[in-house]
């Protein structure tokens, strides 16, 4: 039987409790629950999500890394992508510099570069990738779309 589920742009009362739950799962034994400040609630509800409950559960993961082990705060809450509309983004990169294998300073960051090295090392392989990177091929299939959304040329 197929399941609608509206993406979480179209559920904001579930974004709290979802938050909660997802901090509540990714506590090591014993660690005590932080509290999310209500700035850092109103930066969760504000935002566009234009992914999944998974984007929520990364954003939570995040979140808990960066507190080191105090409550959670508004600088705590870092979102993959700026809530900026798509009209604001940065232009693909040329074709002239893609094949160059250059990356513009705005989109260089250490993650994008071992994504992109790992794959040309790999000739290509996702797989070959994926183990080098140590993540999921499912994870790496998620980065990929989002380079690619950025302009970014892949091997």
């Known amino acids: 039987f197929p399941l609608i ?3 979480l742009r179209e559920r904001a009362r579930d974004i709290m ?3 909660r739950w997802l901090l509540a799962r990714h506590l090591d034994a014993g660690r005590p629950e932080p509290q999310l400040a209500t700035a850092a609630e109103a930066k969760l509800l504000s935002h566009r999500w234009p992914g999944t409950v998974r984007e929520l559960d990364n954003l939570m993961q995040r979140a808990l890394i960066l507190a080191d082990g105090g409550d959670i705060g508004p600088e705590h809450v870092q979102f993959e ?5 798509p009209s604001a983004l ?10 160059r294998g250059g ?4 989109l260089r960051s250490v993650e994008e570069q071992r994504i992109v090295d790992a794959l040309r090392v790999g000739n290509g392989s996702r797989k070959h990738a994926a183990e ?5 091929p499912r994870t790496l299939r998620y980065k990929i779309a989002r380079l690619r959304e950025a ?5």
Do not use: E, K, M, R
Request: hydrophobic share 50%.
């Open 81 to 85: 992508l700026p809530d900026t509309p």
């Open 90 to 99: 940065p232009a693909p990169l040329p074709a002239a510099d893609a094949a």
């Open 5 to 7: 589920l509206p993406p």
């Open 103 to 106: 990356l513009s300073a705005d």
């Open 132 to 136: 080098v990177l140590g993540i999921s």
């Open 151 to 155: 302009g970014v040329a892949l091997p």
């Open 17 to 19: 409790p979802l938050a």
